[in-house]
Every structure is written in structure tokens, then in C-alpha cells.
């Protein structure tokens, strides 16, 4: 680990650790925004929580990180990929994650990076051949799918079963107990968060200590990434959420949908579980999906037109538009940097 880093592999950490600072301040949402709005917890109570599960959920799993690092690009590409095509991958995903910032938008930092990494690929190689299609389907491209409708049916399901039983019980008394029930399942929204979420940089940082032969896949397949890259990738997505994401928090918590504690509630626990199950078999899902489709879910169970219909559209667009988006603008940035190196 201590021998063989050239510039660009070490250009390549760096803006990995930025990619992951920026998924901490742009994801921030995804764990607080429910409490936040419902007033369960003040913002800076809600961020430091949220900064402290998200370190600990980075550490706990290496599924998804090992997803990215080997599960994406061809074996037989990923040994001699070039660090600049893992630069022109996370340029792509950082560029996307501020503009989604800027306009409020809560996209998948995810699935950007995923986007960034097959274009410059394929542009790269020259070959559609170089991906694992089979790999991009299956912890992809389904779970990009399946994991919101899940979320939404999850947390419809839920509020309903709560409406049911807490019928005759005052609102009052509801809002108590709801407000301090809220706070664990914010908690379980923030180490989901950073299960999943952390993961991605620990992969295309192994990514890149393969492509340069620091590593080889056969050590990482022994023993998966390497403890200093888990610690520096768990701090950096800490230090992101410790920023907050203040433009998306209010586009989730308060734009959409007017919550109670105890929607947040269904809302956050329910995203927590898919989240979970999903890091736990290294399938790539956006929490930024998950918990925007269970609040919708929350809403709709209360009733269809307490949703902003109109803003929810423009959320799910942005989830569709995110792979080939960054894909393209991986490619365009991969093709600059050939001209750049030739000459």
C-alpha cells in the first residue's frame, strides 16, 4: 500500500475523498430531512448524528465497494484501466452532484458515479465490451427500479397500518411518543446512509489501486478493501454531512409533503430496511430514491393530494436522466483527455 502511487493515482484519491465529501453534503437529506421538518431535532443535533452513524455505516460492510471495484468493469480492462478514465469518471459524478445541488434536485450520487465510470470506459476501450452488463443489470439498473417502488410500497403500507392503529389515540399524545420514536429511526436512516453510500469511493479507489498495480484483484478478492481506504472514505463522508445539503433538505422535507413525527417515522424506517438489505448483497440503490419514493408513499397514504404531484415528477425525472447523463458527460470528459494526452 505504501509503494507504486504515481501523481495521477494519487489525483485519483483526492477526488475520490471529494467525490465522497460532496455525497455526504448533497445526501445529508436523506437521513435528517423527515426530522428536521417534523422539528424532532434541531438541524445541527440532526447533522452531527447523522455525520457520526454515517462513519460508522461506512465501516460496517464492503459489498457494495466490492461491486464497484470489480463487479462493473471487465476483469481484463479494470488491470490495466488507465487513472485517468477513473478521473474522468468522478469529474463527471462531482460535476453532476453539484449542478443537482445548485437546482435543489436530490439525485443519485450513485448512480452518477456509475454513469461517469461506463462512459469513460467505453470510450476508453473503445468497446461496449468492456462493462459487465450482466453486473451493471442486475446491482444497477433493477434495484434502480425496484428499490423506490419498494420504499414507496413499504412506507404506504406502514403509515396505512398506523392510521389504523393509532385511530383513537389524541395527536398529542401521538407526537410524543412519535418524536422520540423518530429519533432512532433517523439514526437507522444515517448508518443505512452510510453503508451504502461511503461504499462507492472505497470502490473506485480499489479501482484504481488495481489499475495501477498497487493491488491485485486476487488480494482484494481475499481481503476486500483495504482498512485505510474504508477509514479515510468513512471521515470524508462525515466531514460532507457535517456541511449539510440545506437546498435538498428542504426540497424532501418541506417542499413535497407537510410531515408529522409519525410519518417520518414510516418514512425513515421503511427506507432504512431496503437500504440495508440492499448493502448487504452489493446491489447499488440511491438512498436519495429510496427515502424521496417513501415519503411520497407516507403522503399517499394519508391522502393522494397531499403530495406535490408536480415536484415528485420532477424528482423522479432526475433519477432516470442521472445514468445517461453522467454517462455521456463521461465520455465527452474521456475524449478531451485523449486529445489532451496525445498531444
Known amino acids: 500500500m505504501l509503494s507504486g502511487f504515481s501523481f495521477t493515482l494519487i489525483l485519483v484519491i483526492i477526488l475520490a475523498l471529494i467525490y465522497d465529501f460532496i455525497t455526504g453534503f448533497h445526501d445529508t437529506a436523506n437521513s435528517i430531512a423527515t426530522s428536521v421538518s417534523t422539528r424532532v431535532l434541531s438541524p445541527r443535533v440532526a447533522i ?31 488491470a490495466h ?48 465490451q468492456s462493462i459487465v452488463w450482466s453486473g451493471v443489470l442486475d446491482k444497477v439498473v433493477i434495484p434502480l427500479v425496484t428499490s423506490p417502488l419498494i420504499g414507496f410500497a ?33 439514526a437507522l436512516m444515517a448508518f443505512a446512509h452510510g453503508s451504502n453510500d461511503a461504499q462507492k469511493s472505497m470502490g473506485i479507489i480499489t479501482l484504481a489501486l488495481v489499475s495501477s498495480g498497487v493491488l491485485t484483484l486476487d488480494w482484494v478478492n481475499q481481503n476486500g478493501v483495504p482498512w485505510e481506504i474504508k477509514v479515510a472514505c468513512a471521515l470524508m463522508m462525515g466531514l460532507g454531512t457535517s456541511v449539510g445539503g440545506w437546498r435538498i433538505i428542504k426540497t424532501m422535507g418541506v417542499n413535497m ?87
Open 48 to 78: 452531527v448524528m447523522a455525520a457520526t452513524l454515517n462513519c460508522v455505516g461506512a465501516l460496517v460492510s464492503n459489498a457494495v465497494a466490492m461491486t464497484i471495484s470489480k463487479g462493473i468493469v471487465e476483469p481484463g480492462v479494470s
Open 81 to 128: 484501466l488507465p487513472q485517468y478514465v477513473i478521473i474522468a469518471a468522478l469529474v463527471a459524478a462531482i460535476s453532476w452532484g453539484l449542478v443537482t445541488w445548485y437546482f435543489g434536485l436530490p439525485s443519485s450520487s450513485s448512480h452518477a458515479l456509475i454513469g461517469g465510470l461506463v462512459g469513460a470506459t467505453v470510450t476508453y476501450a473503445f468497446s461496449f
Open 154 to 186: 413499504l412506507s404506504f403500507l406502514v403509515m396505512s397500518m398506523l392510521f389504523k392503529l393509532l385511530a383513537k389515540v389524541s395527536l398529542k399524545v401521538v407526537n410524543k411518543w412519535f418524536s422520540k420514536l423518530q429519533i432512532l429511526s433517523a
Open 257 to 343: 409533503i407537510k410531515l408529522q413525527p409519525v410519518g417520518g417515522f414510516a418514512a425513515e424506517t421503511s427506507s432504512a430496511a431496503v437500504i440495508l438489505v440492499n448493502a448487504l448483497t452489493g446491489s447499488q440503490v440511491s438512498t436519495t430514491h429510496v427515502i424521496s419514493a417513501a415519503i411520497m408513499g407516507v403522503g399517499a397514504a394519508k391522502r393522494l393530494n397531499s403530495v406535490r404531484w408536480s415536484l415528485a415528477r420532477s424528482i423522479v425525472g432526475a433519477w432516470f436522466l442521472t445514468i445517461p447523463a453522467t454517462a455521456a458527460l463521461g465520455a465527452g470528459l474521456m475524449l478531451l483527455l485523449k486529445i489532451f494526452i496525445r498531444n
